[in-house]
C-alpha cells in the first residue's frame, strides 16, 4: 500500500475552484481514485516523473481540464496523443462525460496503466491505443479533436493531424508560449490567440482550426 496519498476531497475542490473547473462529487471522485492509481503504479513502475499528489493535481489535472474553458468539447470525438498517463485525455473524460477519447501511447507498460484507470473509474466510451500516432489514420478518423500536451515534433503531429485519413477538425496543443510562433507557421490551419495555462509562467494551450482549402 502506498504511504503517499492521494489529496483529500477538499484539497481537490479546493484547486478546480482556483481553476474555475467545475465538478460534482462524482468526479472529485474519480479525481481522487486516479491519482491513488497512479501512485500505486509510480512505485513499481516508473510511469511519471511528477510524483508529488498536488503537483499532479494541479499540474496534470487542472491544466488539462482548462481546456474545456477554451474550446467546447463535451460532446466531441478526441484523441489525445501520446497521452502519457492519461493527461490531457482522461481528465478531460472525467470532465466531460458524453465525450469520445481515443488515447494513442506507444508505451505498453503506460497504457496497460491507462487502461486499468478506464476500468476501475468505470469510464465508458474510452479506447486506449498501444502505437505510434504516425502510424493511424483510418482506426481513428474522424476525430474532432487531435490533443497533444507532450510532443516535440509540431510539423509532423500538424501534418498527420490534418491529413486526409485522420482529417481532424480542430488541434489542442498545451505547450510553451516560445514555442508557439513555430508551431503557427505550419500551414493548413488557422490559429486561435494563445491562451495562457493559470499558475504557470509560460505554458498557454493553443487552437488551431482546419484551413479551408
Same mark, same amino acid.
Given at each position: ?20 473547473? /467545475?465538478?460534482?462529487?462524482? *468526479?472529485?471522485?474519480?479525481?481522487? +481514485?486516479?491519482?491513488?492509481? $497512479?501512485?500505486?503504479? #509510480?512505485?513499481? =513502475? ?58 494513442? /501511447?506507444?508505451?505498453?507498460? *503506460?497504457?496497460?496503466?491507462?487502461? +486499468?484507470?478506464?476500468?476501475? $473509474?468505470?469510464?465508458? #466510451?474510452?479506447? =486506449? ?85
Amino acid at each position: 500500500m502506498s504511504l503517499v496519498q492521494p489529496p483529500s476531497e477538499a484539497a481537490v475542490k479546493k484547486a478546480l475552484s482556483e481553476f474555475k473547473i /467545475e465538478a460534482d462529487a462524482s *468526479k472529485v471522485d474519480q479525481i481522487r +481514485e486516479y491519482i491513488k492509481l $497512479l501512485l500505486a503504479w #509510480n512505485e513499481k =513502475v516508473n510511469l511519471t516523473a511528477i510524483r508529488d499528489p498536488q503537483d499532479i493535481l494541479y499540474r496534470h489535472f487542472c491544466e488539462s481540464m482548462i481546456a474545456a474553458q477554451v474550446v467546447d468539447m463535451s460532446k466531441s470525438r478526441l484523441a489525445d496523443i501520446g497521452t502519457g498517463v492519461g493527461f490531457p485525455g482522461l481528465a478531460l473524460k472525467i470532465l466531460l462525460p458524453e465525450a469520445q477519447v481515443i488515447l494513442v /501511447e506507444s508505451s505498453v507498460k *503506460k497504457a496497460t496503466f491507462l487502461a +486499468e484507470v478506464v476500468r476501475a $473509474l468505470g469510464l465508458a #466510451n474510452v479506447q =486506449v491505443l498501444v502505437s505510434r500516432y504516425e502510424e493511424l489514420g483510418e482506426e481513428i478518423a474522424p476525430i474532432d479533436f487531435a490533443c497533444a500536451r507532450a510532443l516535440g515534433e509540431f510539423k509532423a503531429f500538424l501534418d498527420w493531424g490534418g491529413s486526409a485519413k485522420v482529417d481532424a477538425k480542430q488541434v489542442v496543443l498545451w505547450l510553451g508560449e516560445r514555442d508557439v510562433p513555430e508551431v503557427q507557421q505550419v500551414g493548413g490551419w488557422s490559429w486561435k490567440a494563445a491562451v495562457p495555462v493559470p499558475q504557470s509562467l509560460r505554458r498557454v494551450i493553443l487552437v488551431g482550426e482546419k484551413a479551408n482549402t
